[in-house]
């Protein structure tokens, strides 16, 4: 099938490889003429496991181009993917101007029935306004085409985008076209092979579907967050707690990891907007504006320990930080707690010397040159001269390293875990004092 997906951002990208790498004729549009140009040298605007030689084969071999021709991709496409950014405006809700830009965009072009399909995340209601949009065009320039509006929403995760695409869990489509569905189904067909995946329902649901699953899963993080802090002052330890509760098959292991915070593009974006959403109809979500405060508060955890240890004193300091990424496999430092770690150091007049196995050119784009950071090459360099460890992110590179190395580099013997890599009593045998998230059992004093 013809298939156009405009947006090369994290979603629209993952999805047209794979839709490519399974025979689909993909055109790609975007506004950056430099990402564009990058895409045709190879160049991936951003890290995923697995997505790099799945982009290179595929525009290789002509299944996918890279175009800032929105005329030649309107063209193009029977089924056309909107997959651009849809940021937090200033009260949090959505923003939907680059949504209705394209919805707009394929109006003026299109020359006969098109499938629009919303694959960005978006509010419940957007498809009425994209269809009243591309309306209102087509009104305009006096042309009279059919178009459906389908919800198609996305259930990727970071760092397993590809595979999440390849191999989904469902496929949710939100239309009451029967014309829509049948070339959805024939579009995604080559993952629906071993059962079927497709569940098909109203627009409204499906578009509410979306926010649901990030949201709840937001809510467990969160909730587990809760109980580490209720641990910390009971003299309980979570993960006793977290293997307890998760063999609860009603409750699972996923998702109830206690840490220093939750971050990325999806959960406190889709968090917020669903807030905001649910105050436009009059109803004041109690649970998710606690999920959101919650979080907010979890990710000044590392930094209150820190304060803690060095009774209020962080200036001069230096912090050996190990990730800086949101979570593990991405360059991703949207919402990171990384960030409010290192913000709330220097505020205090302590330096970070800081590595991350994918985000340190991220970091530098983000932050620049600055005296109190130093982005070094390896984990190990980072523990040079520094007073102690931080540990921000669960890469698995960083799962079992040198304790003697790390005991006898840093001058304190102290290591602030904020994803709970390690056993205490192990970091006890080797004289280290640990700090990790709803252990008090672990806390030394200083």
Request: glycine share 8%.
């Amino acid at each position: 099938m013809k298939v156009t997906v405009f947006g090369i951002g994290y979603v629209g990208l993952v999805q047209a490889a794979v839709l490519a790498e399974v025979g689909h004729d993909v055109v790609c549009v975007d506004v950056d003429q430099s990402k564009v140009d990058n895409l045709e040298k190879g160049i991936i605007p951003i890290y995923e496991p697995g997505l790099t030689p799945l982009v290179t084969s595929n525009f290789e071999q002509g299944r996918v181009k890279f175009t800032t021709d929105a005329e030649m991709g309107v063209t193009h496409g029977e089924v056309v993917f909107i997959a651009v950014g849809t940021p937090p405006d200033e009260d949090g809700s959505a923003d939907l101007k680059y949504v209705q830009a394209v919805a707009k965009t394929i109006a003026t072009h299109m020359q006969k029935h098109k499938i629009i399909i919303n694959k960005s995340t978006v509010p419940v209601g957007t498809a009425d306004k994209v269809i009243a949009t591309v309306s209102a065009t087509l009104n305009e320039l006096n042309k009279d085409f059919t178009f459906d509006v389908v919800s198609n929403p996305e259930f990727l995760k970071e760092g397993a985008a590809v595979n999440d695409c390849m191999r989904p869990d469902r496929i949710i489509l939100g239309t009451e076209s029967e014309f829509a569905e049948k070339k959805l189904r024939e579009l995604y067909s080559p993952f629906n092979r071993n059962h079927d995946k497709i569940i098909v329902m109203d627009v409204r649901s499906a578009e509410l579907t979306k926010y649901a699953a990030n949201c709840m899963l937001a809510t467990k993080i969160s909730f587990m967050n809760e109980m580490s802090n209720l641990a910390e002052l009971m003299g309980a330890d979570i993960e006793n707690v977290r293997k307890g509760i998760g063999s609860d098959p009603r409750i699972g292991y996923q998702f109830i990891y206690p840490g220093c915070g939750y971050g990325g593009s999806c959960f406190p974006k889709d968090v917020q907007a669903l807030v905001r959403s649910a105050n436009g109809v009059g109803y004041k979500a109690k649970i998710l504006e606690s999920v959101e405060a919650v979080n907010y508060r979890q990710k000044e955890k590392l930094f209150d320990y820190l304060m803690d240890f060095y009774k209020g004193d962080l200036k001069g300091k230096t912090i050996a930080l190990w990730g800086l990424s949101f979570k593990p496999n991405t360059d991703d430092m949207r919402e990171a707690s990384s960030r409010v770690l290192m913000e709330k150091l220097w505020e205090q007049g302590a330096k970070v010397q800081a590595f991350d196995p994918e985000a340190m050119e991220e970091t530098q784009r983000i932050y620049g040159n600055r005296s109190d950071l130093s982005l070094m090459g390896t984990k190990e360099a980072t523990l040079n001269n520094a007073d102690c460890l931080v540990i921000c992110t669960e890469w698995q590179a960083f799962r079992a390293p040198d304790f003697e190395l790390i005991k006898s580099s840093i001058k304190d013997p102290v290591v602030f875990d904020g994803r709970n890599l390690f056993e205490p009593s192990l970091m006890s045998e080797y004289g280290l004092h640990y700090y990790a998230i709803g252990r008090a059992l672990s806390v030394k004093a200083h």
